[in-house]
């Protein structure tokens, strides 16, 4: 191998990896946790694929553990959840077991990937300021892509770490291509795969009583 093909070698992966780090600078000072997350009016929660049983996944459940314990505390006064097909039918009725009134529950079944979540959320459901629900390794490119769509979006990251080594080292890993892509999308802003009229349903969630005979704290 020549010179220069071993120095194209070595450089690119640093190239590639640069969209990635910028993402995560970036967004640094929009990413927190339950604890300190600031109070918005929707958590935005992004797919992350079901078990084979239908129920979602373990790091699916995990974000959905995250969105739950932000609509307990009172930070956000309804979930908008994204995903393909059948995710979001699983993920509110793993919500509402979880306490989460299905009033308060909004699903947009074309979520097929972040950019088309996030641009559905401000064209179809109105959104205008969220917090976005998802894996640390996931959440920078998530919260830019949301801000590149129109919403002022903070996010909370699961640390999955712990649970899921060889899955979240993959998505670190995943996250480098994937932020190539997504600089693209928040640059040129592509229709997403799935249109849809607005609809003031989520809007609707947001003013729901958070339990019978309660007002909502919005």
């Known amino acids: 191998m020549s010179r220069r093909l071993w120095v194209l070698a070595l450089v690119a992966p640093l190239l590639a990896a640069v969209p990635l780090a910028w993402f995560a600078a970036s967004t640094d000072a929009r990413r927190t946790t339950v604890d300190q997350a600031i109070a918005r009016p929707v958590a935005l929660v992004l797919g992350a694929g079901l078990r084979t049983d239908g129920r979602p996944s373990l790091l699916l459940a995990r974000r959905l553990d995250v969105a739950a314990a932000l609509f307990r505390r009172g930070t956000v006064d309804a979930v908008l959840v994204s995903g393909a097909d059948d995710e979001p039918a699983a993920m509110r009725t793993y919500l509402v077991a979880a306490g989460v009134p299905d009033a308060?529950?909004?699903?947009?079944?074309?979520?097929?990937?972040?950019?088309?979540?996030?641009?559905?959320?401000r064209e179809v459901y109105g959104v205008r300021s969220a917090i976005v629900v998802t894996q640390e390794?996931?959440?920078?490119?998530?919260?830019?892509?949301?801000?590149?769509?129109?919403?002022?979006?903070?996010?909370?990251?699961?640390?999955?770490?712990?649970?899921?080594?060889?899955?979240?080292?993959?998505?670190?890993?995943?996250?480098?291509?994937?932020?190539?892509?997504?600089?693209?999308?928040?640059?040129?802003?592509?229709?997403?795969?799935?249109?849809?009229?607005?609809?003031?349903?989520l809007?609707?969630?947001?003013?729901?009583?958070?339990?019978?005979?309660?007002?909502?704290?919005?």
């Open 104 to 121: 308060k529950i909004v699903g947009d079944p074309a979520g097929f990937r972040t950019w088309d979540s996030c641009v559905r959320a």
């Open 137 to 201: 390794f996931h959440l920078p490119r998530a919260v830019v892509l949301c801000r590149a769509a129109g919403i002022d979006a903070a996010g909370v990251g699961d640390a999955s770490l712990r649970v899921r080594r060889t899955a979240t080292v993959y998505g670190w890993l995943r996250e480098i291509p994937a932020a190539v892509r997504a600089l693209g999308d928040a640059f040129f802003r592509p229709p997403p795969r799935r249109a849809g009229e607005p609809t003031s349903v």
């Open 203 to 218: 809007a609707d969630a947001v003013q729901a009583p958070r339990a019978p005979g309660a007002s909502s704290t919005s």
